[in-house]
């Protein structure tokens, strides 16, 4: 019972073109979301967040939106750069879990 | 500034020995959490410890225990292994709704 799902497990853009990853999830009770990049042989780490009480949150070239009633929340990267490169997890958390679920992944690959 | 950290880094297993993989972290969190990652599968939740002196499963908790030691430490314990659990294990810890920092990983493979 995957509750985050990446639907996309790759994704290649052009260095200085907007990126974008798409999460969807199936727990309604989930009421705070993060964004994760990994490099190879190293743990995520944390990009970006947002609380369900808001639809976005912009950090430098990162933003995440959230549509709560179509339950998907996406990364945004503007511009694109060849360092972006890696793998994007999207998480979720809330309900009645104290813990976190994630998706997939989606390898995002930046070409210069 | 070491934050999570997980031991061993790698280890080779014979099916059916056992061994603990160790994790501690020095940010004073109070939850630590126990995930495997394999190809197209994402970080798959197996145990978690939302608090000193509580556990609870996760999505894929067969085969695997838990003890959360103290705030500090919080280890992953196979007692039987299995070549299905051939994975790569990470150890990460967090307070709610903060996000998590995770450990570098174990890299665990059974024959």
């Known amino acids: 019972d995957q509750q985050v799902k990446q639907n996309s497990p790759s994704l290649s853009v052009q260095e200085g073109r907007i990126s974008i990853l798409n999460c969807d999830y199936t727990n309604s009770m989930f009421d705070y979301f993060l964004w994760y990049k990994k490099y190879p042989a190293e743990g995520p780490t944390f990009l970006i967040s947002i609380s369900s009480i808001k639809d976005k949150n912009e950090d430098g070239r990162f933003t995440v939106f959230l549509n709560k009633s179509a339950k998907h929340l996406s990364l945004h990267i503007v511009p694109s750069q060849p360092g972006d490169s890696a793998v994007y997890f999207c998480a979720a958390y809330g309900g009645n879990n104290n813990d976190m679920r994630f998706g997939a992944g989606t390898r995002l690959t930046v070409k210069p | 500034n070491a934050g999570v950290t997980q031991t061993p880094k790698f280890q080779v297993l014979k099916t059916g020995q056992s061994m603990t993989l160790q994790c501690a972290q020095d940010?004073?969190?109070?939850?630590m959490y126990w995930y495997r990652q394999d190809p197209g599968m994402g970080l798959r939740l197996i145990y978690y410890?939302?608090?000193?002196?509580?556990?609870d499963k996760g999505e894929v908790p067969n085969g695997y225990n838990v003890s959360r030691l103290n705030k500090r430490e919080f280890s992953l314990r196979l007692e039987s292994a299995a070549p299905s659990q051939t994975s790569v294990y990470f150890c990460a810890s967090s307070d709610p709704y903060q996000p998590q920092h995770f450990g570098d990983g174990t890299r665990l493979s059974i024959l």
């Open positions: 410890s939302a608090s000193e002196g509580t556990t």
């Open positions: 940010m004073n969190h109070n939850s």
